[in-house]
């Protein structure tokens, strides 16, 4: 067994972080002072934190990462050969029920061609059931055929084109076996004869490009075609006409090859074939383009042209391997160095270096060396890991030596140092929690905190519950592989003087400690219900996937394992939530607000010092990838994210969580007057988006960093988890722990309010407005209760589906889903506050058809996910508002709509 298996590690310096909070227990503990001096004392701590914090964290900063050697984890191991003894060059490869299969190829029996010998096509097809056992002869091919292209698909293994000895051919057909021995179905010809050309399924297309449609190399081709195999169409596939698509924008070109990301089809390399001095000879080619398959009309689809490789690459094993969803790996191949080599019996091989694309940095990376290097065949993705059968190793000779190629890195150690101060961190949170536990002795305390909070931590609080760990992850993931197009729906501030100027009011003067009373007081008891559930069910859901998410994305990328972050998270939030109520909720809220905006601001400064060129290579590397609003769409398309719709859609979505969510109006109301209030909400404007600018910032730098450093991306993960990776992998111990102590903060500050949310919204819409008599005490109980029972749940259903393994978009879908309702409810007070002819009756039809449209509008993709709460807010009013009309008139308070508003 071939074993070429040397990872790369980063040096990592140990150091200390200073930021251990602690103090904020010890002021805490002298009692309540007054707002001024809890103001005053709070700031100097904070910023004493923060230099303090800044200074120990700079004096590690130098010591960052070493630079990693050119070593790779690629593992290469000998599988059983092809019973050919020579081998075969450019067979027909791929699978037939997740079995290896072999076909045809070409090789030179009766002595190397420098020699006189004469190439000779083949028919055998071999097959092998597993990757350890050897190969067993199948059947053959219709004719002698070699340097075709072949493509895996459920039913078969598809054949396409190809060569022998006189001609090349347009012939497709399907493989398939039939009592354990290989039979052929004839589909639709190619337009042309084609041979030495690249293909590959993308989504729901196969494509061809390239080629030849004659022997002797004397023209190349650059015309590209097209097969539908989609199931949406009825037509059986064998009968399917091959389409010409745009021809491909370069020099037409033999053997080049291909590799595919989601719905993009890159070829890059190859030979073009030019005449020089009466003599046609290659030329070998380094470009690289990109098609990106539209497949509703794969006609439109565009050519794009992207970074060439670093050298010529001819006949490279292919497709190239997919290594997750945003690299490939080219496997070496003829790079024209040695065309002319002589004696051509001596001949050392083909270019062995293999390359490493990554798409969202548009660079290549050298990744080591193989041991061997082929040309000419094909590179299977099977059972973990890509087969390279038989194939070409030097002009002529072949090899039937088959390699299983697999990539794998080795996992991050996470480190005693950034384990301290994670705990640190958490013992922090502990004894902020420990402290505010004695403070909810009462309903109004649990619910209110007995509106007795600073307008500043109020205002903190709001911020933390709005930026949740997902947020902390998927900003920046949003900058680095997208742009700043959605820092555009921070146009939400403009939303600021109307929930001051007419909402807030309500909710104080009518004293309310549920939002939802008073869509009762408004309408009636089902409006208010009907809202109330559907926000009990939206923070469930939530709690679970805000503990899910980060903590799949942390055991990516430090191996800090899902559960146990599941429940030091969940546990810890529950048990301060429980006891503490409110008033706990809002100064842990303070405190990881401060922890999450150090880490993140400290991110951007460290990811500067370590890119050359600092800020004008951010600012020059995301001009030039378009990474900034250049890849904004200004368009009317409906179907589309366009800036307008990110906009509008912002204001409306950001319209329930500032005016109909019960985890923010919650904040409202636990100042001491409506003035303070209002200070909470303007300070929260001033917070959010500056911080979300340093979210986007980070990811800018992270383009700019990985740009200079491609090989330090790990091939494996997710852009959402680009800023995690970066964390672990290439901060300083300690720094390290306190970014992820952030991304825990960011995690808690959710949580904790979508709890003590959650267990008010229960308590008092459904257990206190159907048990009136019941006494305080027995109230704070049943709050207490909710509150563990929600905890429990979320907990437990975040560790069911890590542990199920259900794929993280199908609970995007269902968080989709259940968001669809908050258009309606915060419609519902629109309509309430805003008319005076509105009555329950009909904001309950307003309300379900909402619901119902908005439901129906989602399942048939009718437009962007940034309408729906448009659509949802004005067709509750809409038609809650004329249906209105068709019932009796309710005699409405003025006090409950903007006419009696008192100021």
């Known amino acids: 067994m071939v074993v070429y298996q040397n990872r790369a590690r980063h040096s990592v310096h140990d150091g200390w972080d200073c930021n251990r909070n602690l103090a904020l ?223 491909f924008p370069a020099e037409a070109r033999l053997l080049p090859n291909c590799a595919v990301l989601g719905d993009e089809w890159y070829v890059f390399g190859g030979a073009a074939i030019e005449e020089v001095a009466g003599q046609k000879r290659r030329r070998y080619l380094n470009d690289a383009w990109r098609l990106k398959v539209r497949s509703a009309d794969i006609t439109a689809s565009a050519w794009q042209r992207v970074s060439d490789l670093p050298q010529p690459l001819v006949a490279s094993p292919g497709p190239s391997p997919t290594l997750g969803s945003n690299h490939f790996l080219a496997l070496g191949g003829d790079d024209g160095s040695l065309a002319n080599f002589e004696p051509r019996s001596q001949h050392p091989g083909f270019a062995s270096r293999p390359w490493l694309y990554h798409r969202v940095t548009d660079t290549w990376s050298p990744i080591g060396e193989l041991p061997v290097v082929r040309v000419t065949t094909g590179a299977i993705p099977w059972r973990g890991g890509w087969v390279i059968p038989t194939g070409e190793i030097r002009p002529g000779v072949r090899t039937p030596e088959v390699h299983f190629v697999s990539w794998e890195e080795s996992p991050p150690n996470f480190g005693w140092i950034n384990y301290a101060v994670l705990v640190a961190y958490l013992l922090l949170i502990l004894v902020v929690g420990i402290w505010a536990a004695g403070m909810a002795q009462s309903t109004d305390e649990f619910f209110r905190a007995g509106q007795s909070i600073p307008w500043w931590a109020a205002s903190l609080s709001i911020f933390a519950t709005m930026l949740s760990s997902i947020t902390f992850m998927s900003i920046p993931a949003q900058g680095y592989s997208v742009g700043w197009n959605l820092f555009l729906g921070t146009v939400y501030v403009l939303l600021t003087p109307l929930i001051v100027r007419y909402y807030l009011p309500f909710f104080r003067q009518l004293d309310v400690t549920s939002a939802y009373e008073y869509l009762e007081r408004r309408f009636n008891v089902a409006v208010r219900l009907l809202a109330s559930s559907q926000f009990i069910l939206f923070q469930l859901g939530r709690i679970a996937v805000v503990l899910l998410l980060p903590a799949l994305a942390l055991s990516t990328v430090a191996g800090i394992d899902i559960v146990f972050s599941i429940l030091v998270v969940g546990v810890l939030c529950l048990a301060y939530t429980l006891f503490g109520g409110m008033t706990a909720v809002i100064w842990t809220d303070a405190a990881q607000a401060v922890v999450l905006m150090v880490g993140a601001t400290w991110a951007v400064c460290y990811l500067l010092l370590e890119i050359p060129g600092g800020v004008t290579t951010v600012v020059n590397t995301v001009q030039q990838h378009g990474r900034f609003f250049q890849n904004v769409p200004w368009s009317w398309d409906l179907t589309m994210a366009s800036g307008w719709f990110i906009m509008i859609g912002s204001l409306f979505t950001n319209l329930f969580s500032y005016t109909a969510s019960q985890d923010v109006v919650q904040r409202y109301i636990t100042t001491k007057d409506e003035p303070a209030a209002a200070r909470a909400i303007w300070g929260n404007v001033i917070l959010s988006p500056l911080a979300q600018a340093i979210f986007f910032a980070i990811g800018s730098c992270l383009l700019a960093y990985y740009v200079q450093f491609p090989a330090r991306l790990s091939v494996a993960l997710e852009n959402d988890s680009v800023f995690p990776q970066f964390i672990v992998r290439q901060m300083p111990a300690g720094v390290a722990g306190l970014i992820i102590a952030a991304i825990f903060a960011a995690s808690q500050s959710t949580i904790s309010s979508s709890l003590n949310s959650l267990a008010t919204a229960y308590t008092v819409d459904f257990q206190r407005r159907f048990s009136p008599q019941m006494s305080e005490e027995s109230e704070l109980r049943v709050a207490r209760w909710a509150t563990l029972a929600a905890g429990v749940l979320g907990i437990a259903l975040a560790i069911f589906l890590a542990k199920s393994g259900v794929p993280k978009s199908l609970w995007e879908t269902f968080l989709t889903v259940v968001g669809l309702f908050s258009g309606a409810i915060s419609g519902l007070f629109v309509l309430g506050i805003f008319s005076r002819s509105a009555n329950g009756r009909g904001a309950m039809v307003g309300g379900l058809f909402s619901v119902a449209l908005v439901l129906m509008v989602y399942l048939t993709n009718a437009t962007t996910f940034w309408l729906f709460s448009v659509i949802g807010v004005t067709s509750c009013v809409g038609i809650g508002w004329l249906a209105s009309k068709f019932f009796s008139q309710e005699n409405v308070d003025k006090k409950l709509t903007i006419y009696g508003l008192r100021r």
Not at 57 to 80: F, H, I, K, M, Q
Not at 218 to 230: D, E, P, T, Y
């Open 25 to 247: 227990a010890r002021w805490f503990a002298n009692g309540k002072p007054s707002l001024s001096q809890q103001f005053w004392g709070y700031l100097r701590f904070q910023v004493l934190l923060m230099l303090g914090g800044w200074f120990a964290l700079a004096s590690l900063a130098g010591t960052a990462v070493a630079e990693e050697n050119s070593d790779s984890p690629l593992v290469v191991r000998e599988l059983p050969p092809l019973p050919e003894p020579l081998g075969v060059a450019a067979p027909f490869v791929g699978l037939i029920e997740d079995r290896l299969l072999v076909a045809g190829g070409a090789n030179f029996p009766n002595g190397m061609p420098w020699d006189g010998g004469t190439k000779q096509w083949h028919t055998t097809a071999y097959l092998a059931d597993n990757p350890g056992v050897a190969w067993r002869e199948v059947g053959r091919l219709p004719r002698p055929l070699a340097y075709g292209v072949s493509v895996s698909l459920p039913s078969g293994l598809l054949c396409i084109g190809g060569s022998d000895a006189d001609q090349h051919y347009a012939d497709v057909f399907l493989c398939r076996l039939h009592d354990g021995q290989l039979g052929t179905e004839n589909w639709q010809p190619l337009p042309i004869p084609l041979a030495n050309m690249a293909g590959a399924r993308v989504g729901d297309w196969i494509l061809v490009m390239g080629g030849s449609s004659e022997p002797g190399e004397q023209a190349a081709s650059n015309r590209v075609f097209g097969l539908s195999i989609s199931t949406q169409d009825a037509t059986p596939l064998a009968t399917r006409p091959w389409i010409e698509l745009p021809e």
